[in-house]
């Protein structure tokens, strides 16, 4: 009697491999990798496939199925590891920055018990908009949904095949469940919002995992053979590479903010990808075997890894956040520290643990004279790298030498001389303060403002809130409506309260899109409305993934509408980091007065 023989597939590997370097480098913040999120997507469907046909394997070969063993082997596969990064990520924060720590309490206890999703859905925490430091463990949410799927499935799946044994049924009820996650996502997404909490969503994102399950209902890995028709093969590997080259084109050209996306993207991407591993689990396929080159296995089979210690190491090495993007050695230093801190993790722990010789392999590494240099090596760097990280914090907290300088009054149509290394240094209100050795203006040139700002109203949120006392110094008579977190949705209303009091000038400065986008449609009606007057959008810079969107979706409000222009804070902050606070969104006294004089430059210029 033929009995079901598990094979080894490299190329699904290989398919683990691009999935995990898309979403480093989507971490990385790397521009042609802008849908790198969607690599999870990818191995939410590999999940559901595996785990399912693993399941029915065994069934088949025992007419039973073991869950205790089951969660067992998925326990020692995959808490060791996590729980060795949360050690080290909190001993780190513990001697660098313990603050932080007590802060992250919430995170790491939830992690642990696999529902940090859900811990992140009920206390409102963003995926995408945050500011500050973000959190080294943010990225488990996706190992919990995978885990609350691991303890629930195996269940479901005896429940299943003993109330539905013919596969056909088994897969519908299956692809039924998918449908009804994948229309939660639809239905709950409100397009030009933060889709944080559709993202984290176990019950919006298990429609992957369970379009993975029914694939293996349909196309077990062990009932295939290698005997099918030249033709057949040339389509199989076809339809595979088409697949492939369509999710890296997705990982390309799709972000976080694309409304597409959790309409219908996530759900196309999991089709795709289920059509990818029906090829790669063939054997008769030759793209399994190109994906399964030597690389790319080396890779695959270290990707959990890979995940996990990826992102404590890309967020613990830049703290603060920055307005540039990370230069190519900043880049190649992570990268080297990830893979070196994966290879240990797999060698050492994950092996070890999973094959039941975890001790002996210690015993053996302790008592290796060659390894002992190695314990010194690494606690010597740990040691450098602390050390590096108070000497930072301590200069960051050194307040800057003073410099001789002398007070002249700057035109308020002109914009104050800021080189690239943000060196000149500004007065309250509308003085520039120059070194003593440059030439004082003229009286001559300056501007007379008195009452200059009537009829001009400013709304935004706390970037304006930063350029207040300054906008009114340089322009009395202005009003100005800020507030901390306030997104583009509230701006109609803002609108209507300031048309109430009748303080809606006629001239309309609206800096909003610093806290994450907008729905489109929303500001082109708001635009509908002030038809009537002249209204200012203020690009942002932001060091955040939905930046550019923002933007792009201001600049095209603007071409829309005659009586819009934009004042675009992006090109004129460009490479001028001292602007900012620690943030790389806020700003400093400096940065609010270049701010401030920016938009009265701009005001002047088209009255």
């Known amino acids: 009697m033929n009995q079901p023989l598990k094979r080894y597939l490299p190329g699904i590997d290989g398919l683990r491999a691009i999935s995990v370097l898309a979403v480093i480098a989507y971490?990385?913040?790397?521009?042609?990798?802008?849908?790198?999120?969607?690599?999870?997507?990818?191995?939410?469907v590999l999940s559901g496939y595996l785990i399912t046909d693993q399941l029915l394997m065994e069934w088949k070969v025992?007419?039973?199925v073991s869950i205790w063993n089951f969660w067992m082997r998925r326990f020692r596969r995959l808490l060791p590891a996590m729980l060795c990064m949360l050690i080290l990520v909190a001993m780190w924060l513990l001697t660098t920055d313990l603050e932080r720590l007590l802060s992250l309490k919430g995170d790491f206890i939830s992690s642990i018990f696999y529902v940090n999703n859900w811990y992140l859905i009920f206390h409102e925490v963003s995926y995408f908009e945050s500011y500050g430091p973000a959190s080294p463990i943010g990225h488990l949410w996706s190992l919990s949904i995978e885990e609350q799927f691991y303890v629930v499935w195996p269940i479901l799946v005896l429940i299943g095949l003993k109330f539905a044994p013919r596969r056909g049924k088994l897969v519908l009820l299956i692809l039924g469940l998918a449908v009804l996650s994948a229309l939660a996502m639809a239905l709950m997404y409100v397009p030009g919002t933060d889709p944080s909490r559709v993202y984290y969503g176990t019950d919006t994102?298990?429609?992957?995992?369970?379009?993975?399950?029914?694939?293996a209902v349909m196309w077990p890995s062990w009932k295939l053979g290698e005997n099918i028709s030249p033709g057949?093969?040339?389509?199989?590997?076809?339809?595979?590479?088409?697949?492939?080259?369509?999710?890296?084109?997705?990982?390309?050209?799709?972000?976080?903010?694309?409304?597409a996306l959790y309409q219908f993207g996530f759900l196309l991407l999991s089709l795709v990808t289920a059509l990818i591993i029906a090829v790669l689990v063939h054997p008769a396929s030759r793209l399994g075997k190109v994906l399964g080159c030597r690389p790319l296995i080396w890779l695959g089979k270290r990707s959990y890894s890979l995940y996990i210690w990826h992102y404590p190491v890309i967020i613990l090495m830049q703290p603060d956040a920055s307005t540039e993007g990370l230069g190519f050695t900043p880049i190649l230093m992570r990268l080297l520290i990830i893979v070196l801190l994966?290879?240990?993790?797999?060698?050492?722990?994950?092996?070890?643990?999973r094959r039941g010789q975890f001790r002996s392999k210690w015993r053996a590494l302790l008592q290796n004279e060659r390894f002992k240099p190695l314990i010194g090596l690494s606690v010597t760097l740990l040691a450098f790298f602390v050390a590096q990280s108070w000497i930072s914090d301590a200069a960051k907290e050194q307040p800057s030498d003073a410099?001789?300088?002398?007070?002249?009054?700057?035109?308020?149509?002109?914009?104050?001389?800021?080189?690239?290394?943000d060196q000149s240094s500004y007065s309250d209100g509308n003085t520039l303060l120059v070194e003593d050795d440059e030439q004082n203006i003229s009286k001559e040139?300056?501007?007379?403002?008195?009452?200059?700002?009537?009829g001009i109203t400013m709304i935004g949120d706390s970037i304006t809130l930063d350029v207040d006392s300054t906008m009114k110094k340089l322009l009395p008579g202005i009003v100005v409506d800020g507030e901390v977190g306030r997104q583009m949705s509230r701006a109609q209303e803002v609108v209507d309260e300031l048309r109430a009091k009748g303080q809606l000038g006629d001239r309309i400065i609206i800096e909003l899109g610093s806290n994450g986008v907008f729905n489109k449609s929303k500001l082109r009606t708001l635009l509908e409305h002030l038809h009537d007057k002249?209204?200012?959008?203020?690009?942002?810079?932001?060091?955040?993934?939905?930046?550019?969107?923002?933007?792009?979706?201001?600049r095209d409000a603007a071409d829309d509408h005659p009586n819009v222009s934009i004042i675009d804070w992006y090109e004129a902050s460009e490479s001028k980091s001292g602007l900012f606070t620690q943030d790389g969104v806020h700003l400093t006294p400096e940065g609010a007065r270049y701010y401030a004089s920016m938009l009265v430059e701009h005001l002047e210029s088209n009255a």
């Open 342 to 353: 994966s290879i240990f993790s797999f060698e050492f722990i994950e092996e070890p643990i």
């Open 445 to 454: 040139d300056l501007i007379d403002t008195s009452n200059s700002g009537e």
């Open 232 to 259: 057949a093969r040339t389509a199989l590997d076809l339809v595979g590479a088409l697949g492939v080259l369509f999710i890296i084109i997705m990982f390309h050209r799709m972000n976080e903010y694309d409304d």
């Open 27 to 44: 971490h990385l913040d790397l521009k042609w990798a802008q849908g790198g999120l969607l690599g999870v997507g990818v191995f939410f």
């Open 62 to 64: 025992n007419h039973y």
């Open 534 to 554: 002249r209204v200012y959008l203020v690009t942002t810079r932001v060091p955040r993934a939905w930046q550019d969107t923002v933007n792009d979706a201001l």
């Open 205 to 215: 994102r298990s429609f992957a995992i369970l379009i993975g399950a029914a694939l």
């Open 403 to 421: 410099r001789p300088v002398s007070t002249v009054s700057t035109p308020f149509g002109e914009l104050p001389k800021t080189g690239d290394d």
